[in-house]
Protein backbone atom coordinates (compact mmCIF):
# COMPACT_ATOMS: atom_id res chain seq x y z
CA UNK A 1 0.00 0.00 0.00
CA UNK A 2 1.52 3.87 -0.69
CA UNK A 3 2.28 5.28 1.93
CA UNK A 4 -0.23 8.65 2.27
CA UNK A 5 1.83 11.97 1.83
CA UNK A 6 2.27 13.96 5.21
CA UNK A 7 3.59 16.96 6.27
CA UNK A 8 2.53 19.68 9.16
CA UNK A 9 2.24 23.46 9.93
CA UNK A 10 4.64 23.88 13.22
CA UNK A 11 4.07 27.16 14.19
CA UNK A 12 5.57 28.33 17.60
CA UNK A 13 3.29 30.56 19.35
CA UNK A 14 5.81 32.99 20.20
CA UNK A 15 4.27 36.13 18.84
CA UNK A 16 2.07 36.96 15.32
CA UNK A 17 2.66 34.87 12.24
CA UNK A 18 4.58 36.64 9.70
CA UNK A 19 5.12 36.90 6.05
CA UNK A 20 7.99 34.55 6.37
CA UNK A 21 6.00 31.56 8.14
CA UNK A 22 3.88 32.71 5.69
CA UNK A 23 5.81 31.82 2.43
CA UNK A 24 6.66 28.78 4.11
CA UNK A 25 3.24 27.39 4.95
CA UNK A 26 1.76 28.27 1.22
CA UNK A 27 4.77 25.60 0.04
CA UNK A 28 4.05 23.03 2.49
CA UNK A 29 -0.03 23.45 2.06
CA UNK A 30 0.46 23.24 -1.90
CA UNK A 31 2.39 20.57 -2.15
CA UNK A 32 0.44 18.86 0.32
CA UNK A 33 -2.99 19.43 -1.98
CA UNK A 34 -0.75 18.77 -5.22
CA UNK A 35 0.04 15.65 -3.40
CA UNK A 36 -3.72 14.40 -2.25
CA UNK A 37 -1.86 14.52 1.19
CA UNK A 38 -3.15 15.18 5.08
CA UNK A 39 -1.46 18.17 6.94
CA UNK A 40 -1.10 18.21 10.22
CA UNK A 41 -1.72 21.63 12.56
CA UNK A 42 0.85 21.05 15.39
CA UNK A 43 1.59 24.13 18.01
CA UNK A 44 4.70 23.83 18.96
CA UNK A 45 4.02 25.69 22.51
CA UNK A 46 6.95 23.44 24.75
CA UNK A 47 8.98 26.54 25.67
CA UNK A 48 6.30 27.81 28.14
CA UNK A 49 7.76 31.23 29.17
CA UNK A 50 8.12 32.35 25.48
CA UNK A 51 4.10 31.44 24.93
CA UNK A 52 2.27 34.66 24.08
CA UNK A 53 -1.46 33.87 25.64
CA UNK A 54 -3.89 34.09 22.38
CA UNK A 55 -1.12 33.64 19.39
CA UNK A 56 -1.65 29.73 18.57
CA UNK A 57 -5.86 31.34 17.71
CA UNK A 58 -4.32 34.07 15.76
CA UNK A 59 -1.93 32.01 14.19
CA UNK A 60 -4.71 29.43 13.06
CA UNK A 61 -7.14 32.37 12.57
CA UNK A 62 -4.60 34.09 9.92
CA UNK A 63 -3.83 30.51 8.23
CA UNK A 64 -7.54 30.07 7.81
CA UNK A 65 -7.75 34.08 6.27
CA UNK A 66 -4.91 33.27 3.96
CA UNK A 67 -7.35 29.96 2.79
CA UNK A 68 -3.92 27.56 3.93
CA UNK A 69 -6.21 24.66 5.94
CA UNK A 70 -4.96 21.44 7.64
CA UNK A 71 -6.19 17.96 8.04
CA UNK A 72 -5.41 17.14 11.75
CA UNK A 73 -5.42 19.29 14.77
CA UNK A 74 -4.41 21.77 15.86
CA UNK A 75 -2.33 19.18 18.33
CA UNK A 76 -0.77 20.81 21.36
CA UNK A 77 3.15 19.90 21.88
CA UNK A 78 2.29 21.14 25.60
CA UNK A 79 0.12 17.81 25.96
CA UNK A 80 3.06 15.53 24.74
CA UNK A 81 5.12 15.02 28.17
CA UNK A 82 4.87 11.42 28.20
CA UNK A 83 5.51 10.69 25.12
CA UNK A 84 8.63 12.67 25.49
CA UNK A 85 9.55 11.24 28.61
CA UNK A 86 8.94 7.58 26.90
CA UNK A 87 11.66 8.75 24.17
CA UNK A 88 14.04 9.65 26.64
CA UNK A 89 14.14 6.71 28.51
CA UNK A 90 14.66 4.66 25.25
CA UNK A 91 17.45 6.87 24.73
CA UNK A 92 18.82 6.98 28.36
CA UNK A 93 18.53 2.60 28.22
CA UNK A 94 20.82 2.78 25.10
CA UNK A 95 23.64 4.83 26.66
CA UNK A 96 22.68 7.80 24.46
CA UNK A 97 22.33 10.37 27.59
CA UNK A 98 23.77 12.05 30.24
CA UNK A 99 23.38 14.98 32.45
CA UNK A 100 25.08 17.86 32.33
CA UNK A 101 25.38 21.34 34.60
CA UNK A 102 27.25 23.42 32.56
CA UNK A 103 26.22 26.92 31.93
CA UNK A 104 26.20 28.63 28.56
CA UNK A 105 28.55 31.33 29.77
CA UNK A 106 30.94 28.26 30.82
CA UNK A 107 30.58 26.76 27.16
CA UNK A 108 31.16 29.60 25.20
CA UNK A 109 34.35 30.00 27.25
CA UNK A 110 35.77 26.83 26.74
CA UNK A 111 34.73 26.20 23.08
CA UNK A 112 37.50 28.33 21.50
CA UNK A 113 36.42 27.80 17.50
CA UNK A 114 34.60 30.39 16.11
CA UNK A 115 30.77 29.59 16.35
CA UNK A 116 27.64 30.82 14.12
CA UNK A 117 24.53 31.58 14.84
CA UNK A 118 24.38 28.35 16.22
CA UNK A 119 26.30 28.72 19.72
CA UNK A 120 29.39 27.02 20.31
CA UNK A 121 29.68 23.05 19.99
CA UNK A 122 29.43 21.35 23.12
CA UNK A 123 32.87 19.90 23.96
CA UNK A 124 32.10 17.18 25.61
CA UNK A 125 32.67 18.34 29.99
CA UNK A 126 30.37 16.55 31.62
CA UNK A 127 30.27 12.73 29.43
CA UNK A 128 32.13 11.42 31.92
CA UNK A 129 30.34 12.69 35.01
CA UNK A 130 28.65 16.76 36.34
CA UNK A 131 31.15 19.17 36.90
CA UNK A 132 28.62 20.46 39.70
CA UNK A 133 27.13 17.72 41.42
CA UNK A 134 24.14 18.38 43.06
CA UNK A 135 22.83 21.60 40.87
CA UNK A 136 20.06 21.25 38.55
CA UNK A 137 21.54 19.34 35.26
CA UNK A 138 20.27 19.51 31.89
CA UNK A 139 20.13 16.13 29.75
CA UNK A 140 22.10 15.93 26.46
CA UNK A 141 22.23 13.63 23.59
CA UNK A 142 25.58 12.15 22.95
CA UNK A 143 25.90 13.00 19.12
CA UNK A 144 28.55 11.22 17.86
CA UNK A 145 31.13 12.16 14.51
CA UNK A 146 30.17 11.96 12.00
CA UNK A 147 26.69 13.66 11.50
CA UNK A 148 24.61 12.29 9.58
CA UNK A 149 24.44 14.02 5.76
CA UNK A 150 20.77 14.08 3.58
CA UNK A 151 19.48 14.99 0.54
CA UNK A 152 17.18 18.21 0.74
CA UNK A 153 14.59 18.46 -2.05
CA UNK A 154 15.58 22.50 -1.83
CA UNK A 155 18.89 22.87 -0.56
CA UNK A 156 20.40 19.64 -2.32
CA UNK A 157 23.13 17.83 -0.79
CA UNK A 158 24.10 18.23 2.68
CA UNK A 159 27.27 16.54 3.47
CA UNK A 160 28.36 14.22 6.80
CA UNK A 161 29.98 15.92 9.98
CA UNK A 162 28.81 19.70 9.14
CA UNK A 163 27.73 19.79 12.63
CA UNK A 164 28.19 18.39 15.96
CA UNK A 165 28.09 18.29 19.85
CA UNK A 166 26.17 16.94 22.11
CA UNK A 167 22.82 18.85 22.33
CA UNK A 168 20.24 19.37 24.91
CA UNK A 169 17.29 16.70 25.03
CA UNK A 170 15.47 18.32 28.22
CA UNK A 171 16.63 22.25 29.74
CA UNK A 172 17.77 22.15 33.83
CA UNK A 173 14.72 23.70 33.94
CA UNK A 174 12.64 20.67 32.73
CA UNK A 175 11.82 22.24 29.41
CA UNK A 176 12.16 20.06 26.11
CA UNK A 177 14.20 20.80 23.82
CA UNK A 178 12.78 21.64 20.21
CA UNK A 179 15.12 18.72 18.92
CA UNK A 180 13.59 15.92 20.94
CA UNK A 181 10.30 17.41 20.89
CA UNK A 182 10.02 18.09 16.84
CA UNK A 183 11.05 14.22 16.04
CA UNK A 184 8.88 12.44 18.31
CA UNK A 185 5.97 14.35 17.01
CA UNK A 186 6.90 14.52 13.53
CA UNK A 187 7.44 10.57 14.41
CA UNK A 188 3.96 10.17 16.07
CA UNK A 189 1.98 12.11 13.40
CA UNK A 190 3.55 10.29 10.69
CA UNK A 191 4.86 13.31 8.75
CA UNK A 192 6.75 12.15 5.71
CA UNK A 193 8.20 14.88 4.50
CA UNK A 194 8.93 17.94 6.49
CA UNK A 195 9.13 21.31 5.18
CA UNK A 196 9.88 24.24 6.95
CA UNK A 197 12.43 27.44 7.09
CA UNK A 198 16.22 27.00 5.96
CA UNK A 199 16.34 28.65 9.44
CA UNK A 200 16.17 24.80 10.99
CA UNK A 201 18.85 23.36 8.15
CA UNK A 202 21.47 22.83 10.38
CA UNK A 203 19.48 21.16 12.87
CA UNK A 204 18.15 18.46 10.72
CA UNK A 205 21.63 16.12 11.30
CA UNK A 206 20.38 16.26 15.11
CA UNK A 207 16.95 14.82 14.48
CA UNK A 208 17.99 12.22 12.00
CA UNK A 209 20.30 11.38 14.44
CA UNK A 210 17.77 11.21 16.83
CA UNK A 211 15.28 9.41 13.92
CA UNK A 212 18.13 6.86 13.77
CA UNK A 213 18.70 6.46 17.98
CA UNK A 214 14.74 5.85 18.21
CA UNK A 215 14.30 3.37 15.48
CA UNK A 216 11.88 5.87 13.44
CA UNK A 217 11.52 6.52 9.61
CA UNK A 218 13.29 9.64 8.70
CA UNK A 219 10.80 11.45 6.85
CA UNK A 220 11.97 14.05 3.42
CA UNK A 221 12.80 17.47 4.11
CA UNK A 222 12.91 20.55 2.13
CA UNK A 223 14.47 23.68 3.22
CA UNK A 224 12.44 26.87 2.41
CA UNK A 225 14.61 30.40 1.33
CA UNK A 226 13.67 32.68 4.51
CA UNK A 227 12.35 35.80 4.20
CA UNK A 228 14.66 38.91 5.25
CA UNK A 229 14.35 42.99 5.41
CA UNK A 230 16.20 45.12 3.50
CA UNK A 231 19.29 44.80 5.67
CA UNK A 232 19.42 41.08 4.63
CA UNK A 233 17.92 40.40 8.76
CA UNK A 234 15.95 37.16 8.77
CA UNK A 235 11.98 38.43 9.45
CA UNK A 236 11.34 38.26 13.08
CA UNK A 237 8.59 39.43 15.91
CA UNK A 238 10.54 42.76 15.74
CA UNK A 239 9.58 43.02 12.33
CA UNK A 240 5.71 44.15 13.41
CA UNK A 241 4.71 45.65 9.50
CA UNK A 242 5.42 42.45 8.37
CA UNK A 243 2.64 40.30 10.51
CA UNK A 244 -0.16 38.90 8.65
CA UNK A 245 -2.47 40.79 10.81
CA UNK A 246 -0.84 43.80 10.25
CA UNK A 247 -1.18 43.38 6.37
CA UNK A 248 -5.12 42.92 7.01
CA UNK A 249 -5.45 46.07 8.57
CA UNK A 250 -3.74 47.93 6.58
CA UNK A 251 -6.01 46.36 4.30
CA UNK A 252 -4.81 44.59 2.10
CA UNK A 253 -6.46 41.05 0.78
CA UNK A 254 -5.20 37.69 1.53
CA UNK A 255 -5.40 37.22 -2.76
CA UNK A 256 -2.89 40.32 -2.50
CA UNK A 257 -0.41 38.74 0.03
CA UNK A 258 -0.68 35.61 -1.62
CA UNK A 259 0.15 37.07 -5.01
CA UNK A 260 3.28 38.73 -3.67
CA UNK A 261 4.25 35.37 -1.81
CA UNK A 262 3.52 33.53 -4.80
CA UNK A 263 5.79 35.44 -7.14
CA UNK A 264 8.46 35.70 -4.66
CA UNK A 265 8.61 31.76 -5.20
CA UNK A 266 8.73 32.05 -8.69
CA UNK A 267 4.63 30.62 -9.19
CA UNK A 268 3.67 33.29 -10.70
CA UNK A 269 5.19 35.74 -13.12
CA UNK A 270 3.87 39.06 -11.76
CA UNK A 271 2.72 39.65 -8.19
CA UNK A 272 -1.26 39.69 -9.29
CA UNK A 273 -3.24 38.61 -6.44
CA UNK A 274 -4.54 34.81 -6.49
CA UNK A 275 -5.68 32.57 -4.17
CA UNK A 276 -3.78 29.53 -2.56
CA UNK A 277 -6.45 27.31 -4.58
CA UNK A 278 -5.40 28.35 -7.84
CA UNK A 279 -1.93 27.58 -7.46
CA UNK A 280 -2.43 23.91 -7.22
CA UNK A 281 -2.88 22.53 -10.29
CA UNK A 282 0.83 23.34 -11.85
CA UNK A 283 2.79 23.52 -8.64
CA UNK A 284 6.21 21.41 -8.51
CA UNK A 285 8.03 21.79 -4.90
CA UNK A 286 11.59 21.53 -6.95
CA UNK A 287 10.39 24.33 -9.46
CA UNK A 288 10.35 27.02 -6.71
CA UNK A 289 12.40 29.94 -6.15
CA UNK A 290 15.55 28.98 -3.64
CA UNK A 291 16.78 32.39 -2.63
CA UNK A 292 15.79 34.39 0.41
CA UNK A 293 13.15 36.68 -0.58
CA UNK A 294 13.97 41.11 0.66
CA UNK A 295 10.17 42.09 1.87
CA UNK A 296 9.55 45.09 0.57
CA UNK A 297 6.69 46.55 2.15
CA UNK A 298 5.53 49.01 -0.03
CA UNK A 299 6.01 46.34 -2.73
N1 LIG B 1 8.33 25.68 15.59
C1 LIG B 1 9.34 26.06 14.66
C2 LIG B 1 9.13 27.51 14.23
O1 LIG B 1 8.06 28.05 14.40
C3 LIG B 1 9.35 25.18 13.43
C4 LIG B 1 9.95 23.87 13.72
C5 LIG B 1 9.94 22.90 12.55
O2 LIG B 1 9.26 23.14 11.55
O3 LIG B 1 10.61 21.87 12.68
O4 LIG B 1 10.05 28.11 13.74
Redesign the pocket.
Known amino acids: MATTYRTRF???PTGKMHVG?ARTALVTWLQARRRGGQIVMRI?DIDRPRVVPGAADEICRDHEWLGLDWDEGPLFQSSQNEAYEQALSRLEAAGRVYPCTCSRKEIAQIASAPHGDEGPRYPGTCRNGVTKPGQPSALRFVFDDPSPGFEDALCGAYPEGQVGGDFVLRRADGIWA?QLA?VVDDAADRITQ?I??AD?LSSTPRQIALYQALGYPVPGFAHVGLVVDADGTRLSKRHGATAIESLREAGRSAEEVIGLLAHSLGLTSTHAPIRADELVRSFELTAISRSSFTWNPKG
Open positions: APSHEYVVRGL
